[in-house]
Nanobody, 122 residues
Framework: QVQLVESGGGLVQAGGSLRLSCAAS????????MGWYRQAPGKQGELVARITRGGSTNYADSVKGRFTISRDNAKNTVSLQMNSLKPEDTDVYYC????????????????WGQGTQVTVSS
């Protein structure tokens, strides 16, 4: 099976920086889009940043110019560098990956990390 493991959350003052990382492991055939969300889908979740396998990126307007998403296809990892953090960035951040995996034959589904808390104080 496949799992995503997140790390890097914490407490930081406004204007500070954090770097979130997420590693996918298991019976992975390939990974399409990867991204970061604030809260889980279906619970007012918001896309923060997304990156395609080819490296094209998409950011929420509220984080453009401050956050940078990147990925390493060889390591099946995705990272989110968060600079100039604001109190309104405070949330639980979830890693997401669209993965084609081995299940006898191949199958495709969304996978989610466990969530990591980011708290930005004034």
């Amino acid at each position: 099976q496949v799992q995503l493991v997140e790390s890097g959350g914490g407490l930081v003052q406004a204007g500070g920086s954090l770097r979130l990382s997420c590693a996918a492991s298991g019976s992975i055939f390939s990974i399409n889009d990867m991204g970061w969300y604030r809260q889980a889908p279906g619970k007012q979740g918001e896309l923060v940043a997304r990156i395609t396998r080819g490296g094209s990126t998409n950011y929420a307007d509220s984080v453009k110019g401050r956050f940078t998403i990147s990925r390493d296809n060889a390591k099946n990892t995705v990272s989110l560098q968060m600079n100039s953090l604001k109190p309104e960035d405070t949330d639980v951040y979830y890693c997401h990956a669209d993965i084609i995996y081995h299940r006898g034959n191949l199958a495709r589904r969304d996978y989610w990390g466990q969530g990591t808390q980011v708290t930005v104080s004034s």
